[in-house]
Structure formats: C-alpha cells, structure tokens
C-alpha cells in the first residue's frame, strides 16, 4: 500500500461517487468549492460588544468533562527560525493577552489554562517580529484558539477594516470558527464577517453589496476569492492571515489554486502580512511546498508521524456479512446504546450513500439527520444547529464534516462505509485515505474526552482497506465479535463511555 504520508496525495477532498455511476463531477464534492460557484456572499454579519472588564471570574461548576484526559500534545516539536526567544506560556496572563480577551476565554470559554499547542504556539504568533508559522497538532487539541488569539490580538480595534483573514475548506469550519472568535472576542469589540456563500434569495450579490468593514472575516476561498477580485474586500490593512486545516487547504486535489492565488494578492499588496498554518495532518508533500509558500524564517511546530496517535479513541471494527448486517448495527446497537453515551456521527462515503442511509433510518421510525454538500446551505445550517443544540443524537454525513467539526459531545463515529482515496477511474483496488481516517476519528474523543470508533466491515475488499489502516497507524483494532448487546456494550465501556 502507499504510504499517505509519502505520496502526492493527501486527505483527498472527494466524496467518490457509487462504483456504478463514475461521475467526475463529484470530486470536490464534499467542500465548498463546486458549491461556491455562482453563488452569492453573506449578509453583514457583524457582532460588536462594548468592553465589561471588572470581573475574570471562572465558573468552575459550568465545566462539565465527563470523560477528560488532558489532551496528548506532549511531542510537539519546535523549530524556530533565527534567535527570537520563547518560552511556553503555562497560564493565560503569561501571553500578555489584552484583559478583554482573558475575560472571553475565562468567562465565555470556560477555559482555564492554555493546551500545550497554545502554550507553545501562541508566543511564537504574538511576539514581534510576527513571524510566518506551519504548526502542526492533534485533532482536538485546540488550533483554533491559537490563531483565533492570534488574530484578536493582532487587530486594532480602531481602524475599522479588514485586518485578519481566516480561510477554512468548508461553510461549516468557517461558521464554526467565526462562532469561536466572537465568543472568545465577546469583550473586545472586535468586528467580523463570515464569508460564506448563501441561498441566493437572502442576500444582495455581492458587486452590489457595500465593502467589508468588519475587522476579522473568515470564510471559504471561493466566497473570498471574489469578494477580493470584486474589490469588496480589501486585503491592503491585512495583518494576518489563517489557513485551518492547511494542509487541504494547499494541496493539489484541495484548494492550492485558490489559496495560493489570495496568499499572492494579499503579499503584494500587504507585504508584513502574518500567515499561519494549521492542521492536524501535512504529509511531506504537502509539508514541503507549505514550507515554501510562506516566509523563509518562519517556525515551524511539528508532532512526529508516529505519535501522531489515535490512542483516546478505541477503535473497533465489526464484520457485517452483509449491507442489510451494516443497518442492523446502525439501528440495533448504535442507535440503542448510543443515547446513553452521547452524540454520534455516521460518515458515509457518497452524497446518495447519506440520503439512502437517512431514508432507510427515517422509514423505520428513527430520529436521525444527514448532511451532505448537495444540500441548500439553509439547510447544512439548520442540522448543524440542530446537531450543536444536541436536539439531534445521530447525524450522518460524508466527509463534508470529516475536518475540523468540534462538538465535545461527540463520543462516537461510525465508519458506515471506510474511507478511501478518489481513484478517477477506478482501475486500481481502492486504496485507504489514511488521513481522511485520522480526521473522521478525531471527530470524537475532542480536547482529550474519550470516544470509541466502529468500523463497518463488509467483504474482503473492506477487509484490506481495514488492514491497510492499522498498518498506517501502527495498531491493531479491536474486532466486535459477535453481533450482540452484550459485545457492544463491553466495547463501549473498554472505551470508558459505559
Ligand atoms: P483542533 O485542534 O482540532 O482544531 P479545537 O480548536 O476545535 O481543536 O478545540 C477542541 C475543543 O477543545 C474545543 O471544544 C475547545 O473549546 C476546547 N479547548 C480548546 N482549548 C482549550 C483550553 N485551553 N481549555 C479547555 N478547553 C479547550
Ligand atoms: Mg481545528
């Protein structure tokens, strides 16, 4: 098997399509790419929240860590460019974080010290010169707290303009990380705008729409590539610059056109403009061009392949004889004794595999949603906001929300179908996509909470892609014997859910 980390490829953003119907419009199906074309921008969607800054009070009762370890980013290895000291920050307060922002993350966030990507991170984003930073950590560890500081801090809360950019591969991640920084940023007074596309029927196209203002915008590169070449968002007053999930964001099956084509305007016009990079996975590939594409003295922070674990989630797989054995999983055990333990996502591998999926469920009685990238916008995000309230316990979806989702109640991910790389014309046996792997089960077991993983394993061609995973990883999972309660609930509690 190829090893992932040292082919050209990397988490492939395809939701192949059914064997049966090749269909090349699919590949970028599962992100906002296809989706973004003809689409119009967001409605002005800025928050502004005067100052209250007497009290950092902690409200230690509001935490509830059923199932925390601390979150394992104990090799997380620096490397820093020419002799700017720094040191890792073990509070907070050591960062020099205005007192507005320490408020949002004390009594907003709830959080109580920095993980160790913030401790190491945020002093090499934060401390003059500024300098460019690739950093690499384990899902769930917490990236979007270092740039959403890094951002917050950057901006000058009296120039009104667009001074921090935030590109993520999908509305989701963007919505999602927009939510985080105006929560963390409640106190500061700090202006944002998501750049997303939406249903055409509620906003204004964007050449009629008035110029950006807000101070920090996140959004999706197709949205943000024309705002900027519409001239209605300036890059000029830009201090820096944000690719979540980086390494999708710069490869080639991924977005590497669009966010080279914004990284080259915003340089030419901004020229001290800061960039960071972030994801849990860069393969080498993908790590030696991103080492290119920014400054040459940037630092780097880097977790070795090998320990880039997947130890707080158990993984199981369970051999199905047959389709209709998968189904029977999904509602017999999943659906049974999952509500005791939390949320659920169940990734699928096609759009049609998800509306199946959903519609067999909904047929037979059982309460469930799905999502996938065919879907109007309104409705991607009325079933996150139903899924986020918790009002729906089991979500499907494909690998639309395989990156970057962050919902601590999620304890369970089922892989309904494995994934597998886009083959275009599927000449070759499927081959696993390891890091779509590592991305899916890093949906649970979020900031160190435990979480188990079920893989459904139906015929030998599973079977392989199965074996091809643990040998990636270095593990060897757990096989579910028999087809039974008992069984499951004995995986669930090894897990630590029961
Ligand atoms: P990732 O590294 O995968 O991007 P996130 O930034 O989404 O991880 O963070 C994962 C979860 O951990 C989030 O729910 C976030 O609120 C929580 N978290 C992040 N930093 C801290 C912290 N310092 N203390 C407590 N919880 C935190
Ligand atoms: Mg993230």
Redesign the pocket.
């Known amino acids: 098997m190829a090893n992932p980390a040292d082919s050209d490829t990397i988490a492939s953003t395809a939701a192949p399509s059914d064997e049966s119907k090749p269909q090349v419009a699919e590949i970028k199906s599962w992100a906002d790419k296809v989706e973004e074309e003809g689409q119009e921008v967001t409605k002005e969607a800025s928050s502004s929240i005067a100052a209250d800054i007497d009290y950092l009070t902690i409200d230690e009762t509001k935490k509830v860590n059923n199932f925390l370890d601390e979150?394992d980013d104990s090799n997380i290895q620096a490397v820093t460019s020419g002799d700017t000291p720094y040191t890792s920050a073990k509070t907070f307060e050591e960062l020099n974080l205005s007192p507005e922002l320490l408020k949002g993350?004390y009594v907003e966030?709830?959080?109580?010290?920095?993980?160790k990507?913030?401790a190491v991170s945020l002093p090499m984003i934060l401390t003059p010169p500024y300098k460019d930073l690739i950093a690499q950590?384990?899902?769930?560890?917490?990236?979007?707290?270092?740039f959403v500081l890094g951002m917050l801090s950057r901006v000058d809360p009296k120039q009104q303009a667009p001074q921090a950019l935030c590109i993520c591969p999908t509305r989701e991640l963007a919505i999602q990380n927009i939510e985080?920084l105006r929560k963390m940023g409640k106190y500061t007074g700090i202006s944002s705008e998501c750049a997303v596309p939406m249903d055409s029927r509620d906003t204004l196209s964007i050449s009629k729409r008035a110029p950006i203002m807000a101070q920090v915008v996140i959004g999706t590169p197709g949205t943000i590539k024309k705002l900027m070449s519409l001239k209605k968002l300036g890059v000029s007053r830009l201090k820096i610059l944000v690719f979540?999930e980086a390494d999708q964001m710069l490869a080639e099956d991924g977005f590497r056109d669009d966010s080279l084509r914004i990284m080259k305007e915003i340089q030419k016009l901004s020229l001290n403009c800061q960039v960071l990079l972030?994801s849990?996975t860069f393969n080498e590939t993908v790590k030696n061009f991103v080492s290119r594409t920014v400054k040459e003295d940037h630092n780097k922070l880097f977790v070795k392949k090998e320990e880039l674990s997947l130890d707080a989630v158990k993984q199981y797989k369970v051999n199905c004889p047959d389709e209709l054995s998968k189904l029977e999983v999904i509602k017999d055990y999943i659906f049974e004794l999952g509500e005791n333990v939390g949320q659920t996502i169940v990734f699928v591998r096609t759009r049609e595999s998800a509306r199946m999926l959903h519609k067999t469920l909904v047929a037979m009685g059982y309460e469930v949603t799905a999502i996938q990238g065919a879907l109007d916008h309104g409705e991607r995000d009325k079933i996150i906001k139903e899924f986020k309230d918790g009002l729906t316990q089991v979500l499907i979806s494909t690998d639309v929300l395989a990156r970057?989702f962050?919902q601590?109640q999620v304890n369970l991910v089922i892989n309904y179908d494995l994934p597998v790389q886009y083959t275009p014309h599927r000449t070759h046996e499927p081959e696993p996509d390891c890091e779509v792997y590592l991305h899916r089960v890093?949906r649970a077991g979020?900031?160190g909470r435990k979480g188990a993983v079920f893989n459904l394993i139906c015929g030998e061609r599973d079977k392989k892609i199965m074996e091809e995973i643990e040998a990636h990883f270095d593990t060897q999972v757990t096989e579910v014997r028999e087809l039974n309660e008992e069984e499951f609930k004995g995986a669930l509690k090894a897990a630590g859910l029961l």
């Open positions: 979150p993350l966030m709830k959080f109580q010290k920095p993980s990507i913030q950590a384990h899902n769930g560890s917490g990236k979007t707290t270092c985080v979540d972030f849990a970057g962050d601590q890093g979020r900031f």
